[in-house]
Structure formats: structure tokens, C-alpha cells
């Protein structure tokens, strides 16, 4: 591990850890809290990394939809995990977790 990965995979981790359940960041939200918000293209290399198991189902698009190729295996575990927490989906696109709730709710992330 680099001396740059040393610094930024540990704050990655600690945010991943922090979103809460049934709640969703995007990647590049969780560089940006992490400190380094231009870096979103390696928060999953970040998670992957970890020494410990990470919520990284948790983690989305900035667009609301899955990383993952659509039907594919982790695709499917990634919706899987995420609607037992409550997140439901429209199409493929991530919606408010209850009818009265709005989108903001369920967005886990520093305030601006």
C-alpha cells in the first residue's frame, strides 16, 4: 500500500462504516467526506482493500443506480442487501424508502 492509499483508504472505510441502514451514498460523496473529492473513482478499490467486511451495497452512482452491470450476480446481491434494509427501487433507479419520506432522507452524507 502506497502512502497516498495509507491516508485515503482508512477515511473511505470510516465513511463507508458510518452510512446507516437503508441509507445510500454516492461514490464520489464518499471521497468527498472522506476529504479527498475528487478521488471517487477509487472509492471501490478503497473497499475493496478494507481488512474488515464493509456495508459496501451502500454504496451507489451519483445517478441512484447500481454499479453493477443490471442482472448480474452482484447486481442482484447488492439490490438484494439494499431492499432488506427498506430502499426500493424505481426501474433501476433508487427511491425514497417510504412513501412519506423524501429522497434526502434516505441520502447519507456531510450537509453542504
Do not use: C
Amino acid at each position: 500500500m502506497n502512502s497516498f492509499q495509507k491516508k485515503f483508504d482508512p477515511g473511505v472505510w470510516q465513511v463507508v462504516k458510518s452510512i446507516p441502514s437503508g441509507r445510500v451514498m454516492g461514490y464520489g460523496e464518499v471521497a468527498r467526506a472522506a476529504g479527498y473529492p475528487r478521488y471517487s473513482r477509487m472509492v471501490s478499490a478503497a473497499m475493496g482493500r478494507s481488512p474488515e467486511p464493509l456495508p459496501w451495497y451502500r454504496v451507489v452512482r451519483s445517478n441512484r443506480t447500481l454499479a453493477f452491470e443490471e442482472g448480474s450476480k452482484s447486481y442482484q446481491e447488492q439490490a438484494q442487501l439494499l431492499k432488506h434494509e427498506g430502499v426500493r427501487f424505481d426501474g433501476l433507479k433508487i427511491i425514497e424508502a417510504e412513501s412519506d419520506d423524501s429522497l434526502d432522507r434516505i441520502l447519507w452524507g456531510p450537509q453542504d
